[in-house]
Nanobody
Framework: QVQLVESGGGLVQPGGSLRLSCAAS????????MAWYRQAPGKQRELVAG???????NYADSMKERFTISRDNAKNMVYLQMDSRKPEDTAVYYC????????????WGQGIQVTVSS
């Protein structure tokens, strides 16, 4: 099993920046890709960005200019840099890890609140 713990959320002013962190533990060798999703009130969960161990990234449309995903394989960490925050970025952000070889599986963090407000 893989455990994911997010940190770094909170309140940020419009136009401000935050960096979310996700620490992976447990069966970390099972992880192929890691990603960030978010879910705003009244909306479905959506992909923000994902990254393979090779460094290949995948951003959702309209996310690439303001979101940057990075990964530290040695520390089993994945980060999400969020710049130029807007009120519509307010959501619960979830860390996700996925196994794409052999037996497919995926794991989720508990989610962390990000609120963009003055």
């Amino acid at each position: 099993q893989v455990q994911l713990v997010e940190s770094g959320g909170g309140l940020v002013q419009p136009g401000g920046s935050l960096r979310l962190s996700c620490a992976a533990s447990g069966s970390i060798f099972s992880i192929s890709t890691m990603a960030w999703y978010r879910q705003a009130p009244g909306k479905q969960r959506e992909l923000v960005a994902g990254m393979a161990p090779s460094g290949t990234t995948n951003y959702a449309d309209s996310m690439k200019e303001r979101f940057t995903i990075s990964r530290d394989n040695a520390k089993n960490m994945v980060y999400l840099q969020m710049d130029s925050r807007k009120p519509e970025d307010t959501a619960v952000y979830y860390c996700n890890a996925r196994r794409n070889y052999g037996r497919y599986d995926e794991w989720w963090g508990q989610g962390i609140q990000v609120t963009v407000s003055s």
